[in-house]
């Protein structure tokens, strides 16, 4: 019995461990399922303030009336590239406030309560997956 409770505690112990296997720090672009369901939860969860097709809101470099920045491009034209993996998905999650200086106002939510780190994860792969592979180079040297 005692080897048979040790079994179940041992699998017990493996199993929980599965979500480790997430790495934040590399999202792969390559990973077709991985983009094919990223493409869906942008649509989803990201489109309505960073376009359709990644472009971002108009004149998203100028503040509004309220001091907000507009939602910036997610293609090669903005900035997210000039980020690390971890860093995209530490702002996905947490929202740009836990990251901005002090007095730093935006609408970028966090999205740890709407989606899991496998749907971040996705979402970031989809859209790596949409730059040009010279950027996908300059910006996984980005640490």
């Not at 004149?59 to 293609?75: C, K, M, S, V, Y």
């Not at 740009?96 to 792969?125: H, K, N, Q, R």
Request: negative net charge; proline residues 4%.
């Amino acid at each position: 019995m005692r080897i048979f409770t040790l079994l179940i505690t041992l699998g017990s112990a493996a199993c929980s461990q599965a979500p480790d296997t997430l790495d934040p720090s590399r999202i792969d672009a390559g990973d077709m399922s991985l983009v094919a369901q990223g493409r869906a939860l942008y649509a989803e969860n990201c489109a309505s303030c960073h376009g359709a097709n990644l472009e971002g809101e108009a004149n998203w470099r100028q503040r509004r009336e309220n001091g907000r920045l507009p939602a910036p491009p997610h293609d090669e034209t903005g900035h997210t590239w000039h980020h690390s993996d971890e860093t995209l998905f530490n702002i996905t999650k947490f929202g740009t406030a836990a990251f901005a200086s002090e007095g730093y106002e935006t609408d970028m939510a966090g999205f740890g309560d709407v989606m899991s780190d496998a749907e971040i994860i996705a979402t970031l792969a989809f859209i790596k997956s949409q730059w040009p592979e010279e950027i996908r180079e300059m910006q996984s040297g980005i640490e």
